[in-house]
Structure formats: C-alpha cells, structure tokens
C-alpha cells in the first residue's frame, strides 16, 4: 500500500497548516528540538508555517533570527552538534546561496568527516517555485545543488499528509535534510490523516497507477502530472505517476519497477530541467533500466533561464500541461 | 511663475519637494494598482521616506552610480529613471526598463547610473562597492551609493563590503534609511551594535539625521558627498525615517502598535515641506498645480504602460547571455 | 580540425603557465581586465598562476582581496557593471559555496533581469578537485552547480593549449564565466601553441578517434580516458574520446555525432557521479541519441561521500583506470 | 619531585609549560613526519603560538567546547585529544580520530568538547556560537571559545557571529591567535578595522596580550572566561603571537622579512616560560627529564600510529550517514 497514512478517517488540510502541525507535533515530542528564522517568531513565517508556535514554546524555542543567514545556519550545526535538533527556516530557496558553506562544507561534511563521533540532526526548511510573479531571485529551484552533495537528505513533498510525514521524519532524522516547500502548495487543501505518522524517507508513492507510460515528478508539478493523466485517460491512455517525496536519497527501486511496467519514461519537475534532478533520474534509467526502455527518456522541466517575473511570461515559462502533453505525444503517437 | 523674487533655499526645497511628491503619488498609484491586481508579485512602498533619495540625488550625477533596495522606487525615481519604462516595469510590459523581466524588485537604469535593485537584503552594498571601485579606477571624480536598510546590517557582506571600501579608499557614501523595521521585526531584535559604532571601526564619517525635514538633510548629504568625492574615503549616512505603509502591499501590520501607526501624520518628509513652503510664501495654488502637473505625468505614464504589449516569450529566452 | 590551436611549431608548456600566460595576454590586450583574489598578487597565487603579473601590471591591477569570497565576487559583479573585466580568484572551489549569491543571484541573472541593459563580464577561477589528500573541504568538483544556472557559463579544460585558450576566450566573452582547474594538471606539462589564440566556447575537442566506444569527459579525468584508451587499443578496443572543454553550454552536436558512430557511450568525471555534470549529459542522450544506444550509458564518477584524507581512502576514491575498465567490459564485453 | 616547596605560580607555569612544551615536540615530530612524506596533505604548524591555547584550556572543562582553526594542533592537543588517535590521523590510520577521514585540517574530539578543526578560515566561529547557544539552553554554565586567526576578521560570518552573540548574550570567549599573516598577506592589509573597535561595537569585554609570557595570558584568560561563565556576556581576547614556521609546511616564505624571521628567537613563549622555571629554581634536570618523558610519549605514539591499519574504504563509504 502506497499511501500508508491515508486511512479512512481523513480530514482535508492546508500543507502549510500540515508542517504547521509537524512541527508543533515534533517540539511537544522531542524538547531538543526547536525552531529560527527570520520572522518566524512573532510574525509567525512569511508564509505563516511558524503561526502560533511561539505561544506555545516560547521565545527559547521558537527563535527570530537577524537577516545573517549563514551564521544562522552555522549556529544550527552548532547546536546540532550540542545535541539540539534545530530546524531552521532560510525564506526563499534563492537565499541558501548566503548559507552554502554552512550546509555544503559543514553540515553535510561532519558526521563523516570527523569519522562519526556525533551526527548533525538539523533540518532546513525552505520554499522554492515559481507562480507568485516573485521574479528571478525569489522563485528559484535549486534542490539538484543539494542532492549533489554527500552527506546531505533532500525532501520535497507534493500534499499534505506527506508534508507532515516527511517533516516529522525529517526532524527524527539524524542527518542534515533540506526539506523543500512548493510555494505554490502552502495553501493547497488535500487530505489529511487522523493519526498522521511520520513517513520514511526514501521512499517513492505511486501517485497513480497506469501502464502505458511514467511520470516521475515530485513537489507541485504531481498535481500537474495528476491534471494531465486524467485528461489522457479519456484518450485510453493511462499513465503511472511516481511522486518521488525524496530526493537524495530517491527511490530507485520504484522508478525502475514502474518503468518495467510501462517502458516509457517522463521525467517532470519545476527546475531547470539543464543538470535539474531529472538529469539523474534519466541518467540513471539510461543505465540500469536501458533494457525496459522501448522509447528515449524525456525531461520536462524549465527552460535554461532566470524566472522572469511579468504574468505573460511566467505563465509561458512552464513546466504546464502542452509542455507534458507533447512529451507524451512523442512517447505514445 | 515668479520664482526670481524667491530665496535660494526656498528655490531648493521646491525642487526637493517636487521629487518627494512625484516619488509619493507614483507610489500611491501602484499602491492601488497593485490592489486591483494591474501589478502583481511583491512590491514594497517607500511612502513616509522619499527624502533621502530626494536629498541624495541632488548631489549626484548621471555618472555617479546608485544601488538600490527591494523598498527602491523613489531610489530610481530620484535618479532619474523614465517613468513610462518604470510603470510599464511594474506592469510586465514589453517596454519595461527591464522588458518585464525584472519588476518591482530588479528595476536598473544604467543611463542614469542606476546600477539595480536587489532583491537579496545586503545583496546591493558590495556591488555598488565594486561600482566606487570601477569610478576610483576611471579616476573622474565619480562616486557611488549603496543605499539599505536597517535590516541589512545584520548581513555578513554589509561588514566585508565597509571593511574593503575603508581599505581601499573607496569613494562611496552608505546610506542607510533606517525605518525601525526588518520586515515585521524591530531592529533593535536584529542588530546588537550601531552603524555609528561601525563607522568608528572603520574610520569613516558618519552622521544620523532625523529624514524628517529634506532641507537639512540635503545639505548635509551634499557636505559629505562632496568630502567623499574629495577624499575618496567612504563615509556612513543614516537617515530615521518612517515607513508608512506595510513591509509589502496587503501587509496587515498586525505586528505593529497602534501607537505608532497612528502617529504616522507628523512623521511625513513631504507634508512636512509642504508647510514650510507655505511658510516660507508659497501660495497654495501653486503647490495644487504642481500635483496636478504630477498626476497628470503619472496618468499618462500609467496609460502608456497599460496599453503596452507584454513581453514575447522567445525574446526573453534569448536575453539570457549577451 | 578538432585542435586548430595546435600547430606545427609547438613547444610545451605547463598547464599553469598557459593560464598565466593568458592572464598576461589578456592584461595586455585590454587595459580593462584586472585581477583580484586572496595571496595572488604579492605571493603570486597558492599554485603560482598569478605570478609575477604584479611586477607587470602593478597593484592597480593586481590586486590582494582579504579573506572575504562573498564581497569580493560581488565587488567584481560591480566593477563589471562598471565596464571593468575583472578576473577573480577563488582559492579552491570549495571556497565558492562562500560567493554563491554573487554568482548565482547577481553575476548570473543581471543581463537577463535588468533587460539586457549591459553584460556582467566577469571570470571566476577557481581549482577543483583531489588527489592532494586535501580532504573533505579542499577537494570538492562543484561544477555541476553552476552548469545548472541560467546565465553563467562553466569552462574545464584539459592541457595548456586549451587552458590558454579558453581562458582568453572566457576573458573576452561578456558574460560571466566559472572558470575551473584541476588542481593536479597545474603541474602537467603539454603541447603549446607558438601563437596560442583563444578557443570558441561551447565546442568539444575530439582528444581520440575511435569507433567501438565514446567516452565523453573532461578536465583532469581527459588523461585517464586517454591513458585507458591506449591500453585497451592493444585488445583491438577503439575508443573515442570527447573533451568536453566546455560545461556550460556543452557541445550536443560532438558528442551526439560520436555516439552515431560508436553506439555506446560512457560519461567520466572526478565529481560526484550522481547529479553531476554526466547525469546530464547522459539523460540527454538518452532522449536525444535514443535512437542511436546499443547499449546502457554508463557514468564514472566519484561514489557519494566526501572526498576522504587519507591516503589509503583517496587512492581508491576513484574514478580510476579499474572503475573505468569495468564500465568498458560492461559495454563491450 | 620537589613540588611541595614550590610557589602555586610557578605550580602554574609548570603545568603551562609542560602543555606548551608537548604541543612543541609534537609539531616539531610533525613537521619531519611531513618532510619524509609520512604525512600526506597540507599542514599548518602552531609553533611559536603554543601559549595561547595552553593558556586558554586550563580553564575549560571537557563540558565546555572549542572550535578549532587550521592551525590548530596546539588547540586539540591542550583541550586533551588523545595523542594516539591524533597522530594516527595525521598518518590517515583507522584509529586516527576521524578514522583517517579528516586529517590534520579537520581534528575533532566531541569526547573532550572539541568540536573540530575547519578548513574554511572563519567557519568554526559561528558553529561555535550554535555551541554557546546549545550551552545556554543547557543552563549548566558551559562557555564555548571559537579560535581564529587575524585572517578571519575580514569574512562576513564572523561579524554575524559578534553579533548574534551578542544580541542573545551567548557564553564564549573569542579568541583571536593574531600572528600578523594570513598566508602570504599582512593583517595590515586585509582589516582596516580592529577588534577592539568591534568589540566595542558589540559591547563586548575586549583584551589584548602578548601571548609571550604565558602566565600573564593565563591569569587574563581565567579572568575573561570567569567573566563570560557569570555574566554570558561574549568577550574578545586577542593574543598577539608569533609564527615560527611558514604558513603551511613546505612554504619557503619569501613574503617574510629577513629581519623577522631572524627575531623569532625573542618571540617564543616556550623558551620564555623555560627561562622564568629556571629563575624560579626549576632545576634544569627536571625540565630535561619532562622534555624526555614528552618525547617518549610522542615516539610511542608515533610508533603506533606507524603501525595503524589504512581504513577500510568500504567502512568510510559506509559513513557519510548516521
Ligand atoms: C538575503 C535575504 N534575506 C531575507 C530576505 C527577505 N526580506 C526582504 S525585505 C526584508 C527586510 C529588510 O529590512 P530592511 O533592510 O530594514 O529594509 P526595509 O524593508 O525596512 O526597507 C527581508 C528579511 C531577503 N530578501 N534577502
Ligand atoms: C574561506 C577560506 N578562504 C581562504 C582559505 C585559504 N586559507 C587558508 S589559511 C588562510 C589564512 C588564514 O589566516 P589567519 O586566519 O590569520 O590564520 P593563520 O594561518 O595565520 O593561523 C587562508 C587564506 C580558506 N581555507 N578558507
Ligand atoms: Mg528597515
Ligand atoms: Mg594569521
């Protein structure tokens, strides 16, 4: 069963309210864990994932930081290594380029570098995308960079319920984890468990089952991936679609199990699709999966170019449905 | 208009209050074009504290460079940047100053030494620092300013950018518009030292001023403006001034105190130099005209950009290298 | 003619020389490049690149930066802007996770999101790789994090000849070029050019002909494919082998028309395997060259953890001559 | 041994000295273990600054944390690494501290709150300052001390880090190793600042010493570091020192003045705080016989790291992840 966590007492739920109640959920569990950022205190996060959390844990616990996001970082492996469990929030993807030596070079590098003597149980959290007309230094897609890196976890949830299964996870995890947010879905309803569990990382869900074609996607793009099946099946064609929820470590296994049913590939996400993670996937496929393939493996993704920021041409920029409806033209016609 | 029998401060301050009041009603107009949704994204309003690019700009050149904030328009209106391609910016329109790529956050005029918005806090200091580089290398008396935030103090470069800007003699004015605010925190919550402090680590001039009042602070900033061309040693201005509206637009402000919203009336540079051109024998009518003249520029501008054509696809794809 | 560069009347030169070389040429050429990074201009640069250019050029031009990478990219974005060419130093790639924003939010977006008002031409060099038993924070491959950004472009050559000349190219290009080096060909010694000219970008080099097998590489891993390739030639084994020279944008067309010939294609780097610089290169074979695979695309990186001190853990780190072989017996055997 | 009669001073000074004498004989052995290629990589040797952290540790616990620089031998060896696993990590053995990983640029002892070593310059201060704050939520009085070098005044973390501990009164004790070079370049010529003016921007407690006689900057550290526990006040110490060898092993400093480099002689705490032990009735013999036990020490450990097993691939392999 792919969706161990939906049972049948569902409530639906905001993401943004899911992680809200993860970390509420992961603080009440665990006293080591506590939470910084920059107005995530009393102005309860830009996108109001921190709202309330204050009140409930005080200022030692839930942590405005000054705008030094490398410092912060740097603090949070600190107190890593000091036996907290931080998670830290960087505003926007785009600015985890002020914080890089703290996660590439230290975080990432501890556990293994200083041969095991204590791991670095920290978890950044932090939104990425396009569609708010944020233009290029506030819309950007940089997870490929993070799974890239030895050492570090990256995760990116498509829904609510994995949003809090992975959060949870993810701050249970020992390792640093980059945990990425689809601007674009804090306010997405979608079904939420009564009794939601955390959800192992590592691990694909088969968002939907089919047999003449894959996508694997993960974040936004699976609603994408989902609003484009539906409209094929009126054709009789019926696609299988991978949400990976974990990106590094991904779930090689069910790639490749689905691609052995359907021996067509897609590869879809919001990044650049140029050294995007889709160019693992494929990469990947290309090798192991060579033999199941009965078609070239197609990358759907963004075109090599900043986001821009006017409506007309972030509306052009894509991923969107013609894009993906031509890849699967090209596979299928 | 009879400006002859006119002193020369009073002739000044009518120039300053005309670039304040132009700043204040294009913002006020995106403020409701960004309500009805003619503008989308973040845009972030300098309402309260148009006198500091006011003031800083009259001392400046074409050929002096300025990088501006994410709260930056009155920074490039001051500068000189043309309005129509500023509004159609705003809008996404193909004739936008950046062809509707950049918007609010990432409005840039090199013809008017406009360097570029950032929206990266701090991210706009040390590339005006390596403007002040490139005009100590011209060696034609050129300076630069990087203007910020009280907010971006915090940041790692703002520090890096004072230090090789001390070391190297670099010829640019800091100028901070402290406005009590790093979005919805107070910048006593941020910073523990002070840019007065700061400026003593590195030698530099500094100097704080109440933004209040645009005929002092000019002068001021031309006194030292003028030393930092002379000397090349860069030097600190931090203007207090008030933000008006919210960090962003549809900012509720529920994190401020009533106290302070409601005392926003007398902390405003442009009402305070409307009454001391009063004051000083300007008649009201001549005040009204020169808004209706402003309006006027602003509708046509809006018109303009409103009519214009949104950018093509294909051409931004292939403005991504030179 | 894959090496125009190369003419009769060669010397040899070191691969550090040719970059100080071109360093000097360019200097000379256009009063407008200048120079700064940390220990280049008294000391003449930790691998002596820079070295005696401050006799020449003075400290105008020539200039020590504090230890301070974010500022100092940054300042050179603004000196650019400034009609400046400057040339930045970073002193091991590693160090870059420090100017990431210098490059990936202003250098790398500043044409594009400003409107094409003015290009940003600046080079930023910088070595890469191990072999030096440097460890975990000295020796990292980051390319594959610049090749994914929209506007900047990625450089790695592989011998003097092409390090002058793509330098030189890089110096005169108007867009921001991430210049990179392995650090242990400073010392290599190889043809040169009497008249070296610069190298176009974006274009491959065929370092071998062959027809049973492409290896597609570049940098430092070059010597090894070249090394491996002549062993194997005595098993009547042909391989051919693309040097990519350019990362960012990479030659499609060079190595889409080798594997039209061989039909099998390996990808070998010192980075990191996964998500690195051959993932791409591999997925886009695998859609574009489908048609043409007679077998598996197989990658030779370095294995995911950080690059390890020791002796004993960084000789078998990889990618070596074994990894490489094994990965040709898969292909052909 | 005689200790009974001796004064608590020179009881101190003794200890100081048999820590700074270790760390001496150790580098010394390092420094030939590099030049016969016994070990691999780069390393930068503490000789001549071996004060500082015998100074500093003497008033740490185990509880309390260090962050190390690359230079930072003496720093691991006085906070109490074990000599076998440092040494056979130097040789990248199995039993080396890091299992062979790290190297001399990335000691680390969690065991005796040495939080490790770092190759990026700057990057230890701020995980430091996560320590200190890890301490303060403690509550159990624990301080941390980031060390850096002159060089590191110049990156942008560390004034981020003067801040925030500032801003949240973080317990730890900065202290600057000040040897006058980063690498091949003069402090002069990267800082155009201090830390004293810093530390007076941030309202921190600042001294400074010449780290010559040690037991001067032992009484100066106990004070600061008592300070910092009671108050969690941040304070800066910086100690003024003197690098006997290049910046990295194999430099043949050319960039250094003759004339300093024939001075190092006066410039060494060690044969300092050898002169003052003899002064005050330290029998030569005992100080021989302590230098010999040293050296023995060291030839044990050196033999057994010689002797170590390589690591195992597959168990690093198997290590990137806990
Ligand atoms: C590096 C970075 N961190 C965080 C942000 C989000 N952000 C945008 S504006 C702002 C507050 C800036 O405060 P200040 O510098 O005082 O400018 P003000 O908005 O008050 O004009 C923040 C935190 C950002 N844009 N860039
Ligand atoms: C971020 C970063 N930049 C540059 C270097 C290269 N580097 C290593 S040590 C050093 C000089 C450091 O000087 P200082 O902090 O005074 O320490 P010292 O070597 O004098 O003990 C430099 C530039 C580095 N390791 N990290
Ligand atoms: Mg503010
Ligand atoms: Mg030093």
Redesign the interface.
Known sequence: MNNPQISEETETLRFGQALNRALGDAMRADDRV?LMG??IA??GG?FGVTRKLLDEFGQ?RVR?????E??MV???????????KPVVEIMFM?????A???????A??????????????LVLRTPHGGG???????S?C?E??F?????L?VVCPSNAADAYGLLRAAIDN??PVVFVENKRLYSAKSEFPANPQPIEIGKARTARSGSDLTIVTYGNTVHLAEQVAKQRADQNIDIEIIDLRSL?PWDETAVLTSLSKTHRLIVLHEA?E??????????R????G??E?D?????VGA????V??????EA??GPNAEQLNTAIDRLLL | MPTLKRSAPTRLLLGLYRTMLRIRRVEERLSALFADGTIPGFIHLSIGQESVPAAITHHLTNSDTVAITHRGHGQALAKGINLDAFLAEMMGRASGICQGRGGSMHIADSSVGMLGANGIVAGGIPIAVGSALAHQLDGQGNIAVPYFGDGAIAEGVFHESLNIASLWNLPCLFVCENNGWGEFSKTDDQFSGSLKKLAATYDMDYQFIDALDVAKLSNLAGRMIKAVRKTSRPAILECKVTRHHGHYEGDPQKYRPEEELNQLGGQDPVSHAYDKLITAGIPVSELTELDRQIQAEIDASVAQAMAADHPQFDQAAAGVYA
């Open positions: 506590f920059e107005d009393l102005a830009p030692r405005d930081y000054p705008i030094a490398a410092s740097n603090l949070a492996v600190g107190a890593a290594l000091g036996g907290y785009d600015f985890c380029t002020l890089m030596d703290a996660l590439v070079n230290q990432a590098k501890a556990h293994f570098m200083f041969g095991e003597q204590g791991p670095v149980p708010l007309n944020a233009g290029p230094q506030h950007q940089l490929a960079w799974a890239h890196i030895p050492g976890i020992p390792n590094q650049t140029a050294f995007g993670i889709g160019a693992e996937i494929a990469a496929m290309a090798d192991i060579f033999d393939l078609a070239p493996i197609i990358r075109p090599f170019m900043p821009p920021y006017s409506v007309a041409l052009e920029f």
